[in-house]
């Protein structure tokens, strides 16, 4: 069965202390890994689109990287603002399947 | 430009209630998508269409869920004899392809009562 964990399930930092969240898949034939930022009370913000292992994206404190079984989302010198839950979600191929498998998230906390 | 968006924001229904739900995508955006978030939970798929075309409802959790998309823009999501365990956040997504990355609207927060 496809599936998609998320580690940890909630993790608090304090302002400039980098860490890392993992997200394995046991997906077969993965068309995309994508990362989002969730706040409360809002719809999911895409942050990373990742498609073959070895590949890297980066923006501002955030840079995620895969492989063939997980990925990671590495924070560099978090601040407050960064605090939301951060989701991960593959799309596989599989004819006209088009739908996003969903981790169950991480909750970051990021204190000042 | 703009976003994707949904109205209404918020929905309260009682038990056995019909309710519709409905979501504008990005102009242009061939695909659009629906999912149901619980809380603490992440979001889990009901149906995907392009254009006009609903080309998987698999995750439709019962009969009483519908989605139309009849022009190939606007999309509802209707359900019919709402229960206490369909309240949930309903949230849209649209794509310009459905390979592409899915873009969310703020969603709909449902409390069936």
């Known amino acids: 069965e496809d599936q998609v964990t998320q580690s940890p399930e909630a993790l608090r930092l304090q302002e400039g202390e980098s860490s890392s969240l993992n997200c394995s898949y046991t997906v077969s034939g993965l068309r995309g890994l994508f990362w989002y930022r969730q706040d409360p009370g809002k719809g999911p913000e895409f942050l990373f689109t990742?498609?073959?292992?070895?590949e890297e994206k980066e923006k501002e404190r955030l840079k995620a990287t895969l492989t063939k079984k997980e990925s990671f989302l590495h924070i560099t010198a978090p601040k407050p603002e960064d605090s939301a839950t951060y989701l991960c979600?593959?799309?596989?191929?599989?004819?006209?399947?088009?739908?996003?498998?969903w981790g169950l998230g991480t909750s970051l906390a990021v204190n000042p | 430009g703009a976003g994707v968006s949904q109205s209404p924001r918020y929905k309260v229904a009682k038990r056995g209630q019909d309710v519709a739900l409905r979501c504008d995508p990005i102009?242009?955006?061939?695909?659009l998508f629906w999912y149901q978030q619980a809380l603490g939970q992440g979001p889990e798929f009901l149906t995907y269409?392009?254009?006009?075309?609903?080309?998987?409802k698999s995750g439709l959790p019962s009969d009483r869920f519908f989605a139309e998309r009849p022009e190939g823009s606007v999309s509802t999501l209707k359900i019919q004899r709402t229960q206490q365990e369909d309240s949930a956040v309903y949230l849209c997504a649209s794509s310009f392809t459905g390979d592409e990355t899915q873009y969310f609207g703020p969603g709909t927060r449902l409390l069936v009562l």
């Open positions: 269409f392009q254009n006009e075309a609903q080309l998987d």
């Open positions: 990742l498609y073959s292992a070895g």
């Open positions: 102009s242009g955006h061939v695909s």
């Open positions: 979600a593959v799309q596989f191929n599989a004819g006209n399947n088009r739908k996003l498998i």
